[in-house]
């Protein structure tokens, strides 16, 4: 039995992460609290944290710290884009005509490697890049 057998978890799309870690919605942050205290892993693709970063600094730089906070943790764990990951990625949409959503197509590709369901806050930016995805909506959120 290895690791990935025992432990279950979500991929976090940038909408959750700029919620969970921007501390706008109660919910949100409820819900961060009780995946901590149940054991369930976060992964964060580095692409959707970059665009979370982002949204938290320009909506409120003030949630800076509870966003470092919440990548402390040590059930989150980030994915690195990497070569390997970047191009299946772009594999995700071969042939199609989308336009790059580079967290997006991050996202996707590392709940299907994993078999774990996405969490967003605005699940329909997902299903664009894969329409079989399974996301989960963040409570509060929809």
């Known amino acids: 039995m290895s690791i990935d057998d025992t432990l279950g978890g979500f991929v976090l799309d940038a909408s959750a992460l700029a919620a969970l870690g921007g501390g706008e919605n109660i919910y949100a942050t409820t819900w961060a609290d009780r995946a901590a205290v149940r054991g369930i892993v976060l992964l964060v693709p580095a692409a959707a ?8 600094r320009r909506r409120d730089p003030d949630h ?40 997006a197509a991050q996202v996707a590709t ?33």
Not at 68 to 97: F, K, N, W, Y
Not at 112 to 123: G, H, K, S, V
């Open 110 to 142: 590392c709940a299907r490697a994993r078999d774990w369901p996405a969490l967003a806050a605005q699940p329909a930016r997902l299903w664009v890049i894969d329409p079989e995805l399974t996301v989960e909506t963040l409570p509060g959120m929809s």
């Open 49 to 56: 944290l970059s665009e979370a970063w982002q949204q938290i």
């Open 64 to 103: 800076v710290e509870q966003m470092r906070d919440l990548l402390a943790s040590p059930m989150v764990l980030i994915e690195a884009l990497d070569e390997t990951e970047a191009a299946h990625a772009g594999e995700l949409v071969c042939g199609r005509d989308l336009d790059p959503d580079v967290a």
